[in-house]
């Protein structure tokens, strides 16, 4: 017997086994009104009556669906009522420029586009064939009673288009199956060890790479989903005691929230011995672990993936042949990308990159055969970073790509640095990352200017580059050079560019 793997597994094992358990508790601050608590027999009812809409307005299986939204209840039931049955989500990030989210709903195709009450205006700048408000526009969304046409299931159909900055200029489209997304979330849930007495708290934006998987995850066991619209480490704090949070995904700068409203905080620290935190995005320096660990009390869990890999590649978690050791050798140990998950095979190439073999990997990048076949060449998944692989672990030393990673989030250096060429007064630019405390890595751009230009200030590079970029991948420190370094062919030499900012690092990557 074969019996395709699907996104509404999730839901599906949910509404049968815990019905009447709180399935979700929606962010209770926001512009629409809160869906408060709902029951998972409610929120499989609203995804069904989601899907039977979609039928409704003829949006066939295989059509894509897009939302741009902050974290909530909506977004959450999302990804069953458009997946569940055949369409395809295309989550998109809000922190977006107009024109950024313009060419992603073009690229993809979508036909039908949701978006948060606090960008309304998009509904206004984007064209697409039908837009909805949500919170306002609900009852389009979530209005029909009718049951949903039956889809057979195809587990390697498309169920996400993922939009990632990388190498390119404009961000490419990762395609995730059912079956990449099923695996990662049923893999990463055995080695995070979540199960039904968890309750989660959603401090990772949906949208990024599909929250890593954990809205389908924390679903299949019935664990609680706690919505947290806007990051804040007091606020965060506030959730775990008040829900009693037991884990949450988070890129560096969460953590960085998390340890700065622990330092006013009245009283013991919430989740303390009870709550594990798994980071990614960039290691932590040793010392942030140690923080974690000492002044939260929490678990740390290292992972380490990419959209492309739906993300789960390897993981970093505390085991036993490392209780003797003293704390700080443990926080290094952590520190590590991690050992492969269950089912990921890992190759150093002769370049010393980190390449993936992985039922999680990307079906392909949408519409674009030539970065796939590049992507996936050999067989093998070509992350871009450089790093080692020794004793069963994987250390991430430097990024080939020209990418930096702020905040979590993936920045093209090209696409900055084409945003400050179209000024009239930038003659040459270069785009790097440095190390940034906060960050991880701060964008910075290195800016040649034209004489006769007059006098341009960084400032005003900035505004220029917001009227076309999200306001995270827009440089937040700009110097001016006379000259950049570059080959004798003319070549940008960024390693040289970047040497004086990193050279007191032990790796490349912050």
Not at 267 to 278: H, L, N, Q
Not at 432 to 440: A, L, N, S, T, V
Not at 458 to 479: Q, T
Request: net charge negative.
């Amino acid at each position: 017997m074969f019996y395709p793997l699907t996104i509404r597994d999730f839901i599906d094992r949910a509404e049968t086994v815990y019905p009447d358990r709180i399935a979700v508790v929606d962010e209770p601050d926001q512009p629409a009104e809160s869906w408060g608590e709902i029951t998972y027999a409610e929120m499989a009812r609203r995804a069904r009556s989601q899907a039977a809409t979609l039928d409704e307005m003829g949006v066939p299986v295989g059509g894509r669906v897009a939302i741009v939204s902050h974290n909530s209840a909506r977004f959450l039931t999302s990804f069953f009522g458009v997946s569940g049955w055949g369409r395809v989500l295309v989550p998109v990030n809000f922190r977006l420029s107009v024109p950024e989210v313009r060419y992603i709903i073009e690229h993809s195709g979508a036909e039908v586009l949701m978006v948060d009450p606090a960008l309304k205006h998009l509904a206004d700048e984007i064209d697409c064939k039908r837009t909805f408000v949500l919170g306002e526009d609900d009852d389009k969304i979530w209005g029909s009673s009718a049951e949903p046409e039956p889809w057979e299931g195809d587990e390697a159909a498309t169920a996400t288009i993922n939009y990632t900055s990388g190498t390119t200029a404009r961000p490419k489209g990762v395609q995730l199956t059912h079956r990449n997304n099923w695996l990662n979330a049923t893999v990463f849930g055995w080695q995070a060890s979540v199960d039904d007495r968890d309750v989660y708290l959603h401090t990772l934006p949906m949208f990024h790479a599909n929250g890593w998987g954990h809205p389908f995850t924390a679903t299949g066991v019935g664990a609680k989903h706690i919505v947290l619209r806007q990051v804040d480490g007091t606020e965060i704090l506030k959730r775990i005691e008040e829900h009693g949070v037991t884990y949450m995904c988070a890129a560096p700068a969460v953590v960085a929230a998390a340890l700065d409203g622990a330092k006013d905080w009245d009283g013991p620290i919430p989740g303390a011995d009870t709550v594990r935190i798994i980071v990614a995005g960039a290691p932590p320096p040793t010392r942030t672990i140690e923080r974690v660990r000492e002044e939260l009390g929490w678990e740390f869990i290292q992972i380490y993936g990419l959209t492309e890999t739906t993300p789960l590649l390897t993981m970093s978690r505390m085991r036993e042949e490392w209780d003797d050791l003293d704390a700080h050798e443990q926080a290094r140990l952590l520190g590590r990308a991690g050992a492969p998950a269950l089912g990921v095979r890992i190759m150093i190439d002769d370049e010393g990159e980190v390449l993936a073999q992985s039922n999680h990997n990307l079906e392909s990048y949408w519409e674009n055969p030539e970065a796939t076949e590049e992507a996936q060449a050999d067989n093998w998944f070509h992350t871009g970073d450089g790093g080692t692989f020794e004793d069963g672990y994987v250390s991430i030393a430097d990024r080939k790509k020209d990418v930096i990673i702020t905040g979590g989030e993936n920045v093209s250096s090209i696409e900055v640095e084409d945003a400050l060429m179209s000024h009239d007064a930038v003659t040459e630019v270069a785009v790097i990352g440095i190390p940034d405390e906060k960050w991880g890595e701060m964008v910075t751009a290195l800016v040649v200017l034209d004489p006769e230009a007059g006098d341009v200030s960084a400032e005003e590079l900035i505004a220029h580059c917001r009227e076309n970029l999200a306001g995270y991948k827009c440089p937040k420190r700009i110097e001016f050079r006379d000259e950049l370094a570059r080959t004798a062919t003319g070549k940008l030499q960024k390693f040289k560019l970047r040497e004086e900012f990193w050279k007191d690092s032990e790796r490349q990557v912050n």
